[in-house]
């Protein structure tokens, strides 16, 4: 199983803030790919560019491998002041 979370604006977007993915293996990018063709509705908020994805809490690349029992994050950018 992996565990998705979703943070910020994403939050109240998708209209979660988890879910759990079972037998899901593969990089980030298509982790995405299968979320946007499980959620049709999700793809116009999680493929923007600006949207960062982190692997067991460290910013991660789209190729990172997902393996069983990882957490994954999507969030939009963060700016603060």
């Known amino acids: ?3 998705v ?3 910020a604006r994403l939050r109240q977007q998708l209209d979660t803030g988890e ?3 079972a037998d899901f293996c593969g990089s980030l990018s298509a982790l995405r ?3 946007c ?3 049709p509705h999700w793809r116009v ?6 949207i960062r994805m982190a ?4 910013l991660a690349e ?4 997902v393996n069983a029992g990882d957490e994954v994050a999507f969030f939009p950018p963060v700016t603060g002041g």
């Open 55 to 58: 692997l067991n809490q460290e």
């Open 33 to 35: 790919e299968a979320l």
């Open 1 to 3: 199983m992996v565990k």
């Open 19 to 21: 879910i759990a993915l």
């Open 5 to 7: 979370l979703f943070f």
């Open 37 to 39: 063709e499980q959620y």
């Open 62 to 65: 789209p190729d990172t491998l």
């Open 45 to 50: 908020y999680l493929q923007r560019d600006d």
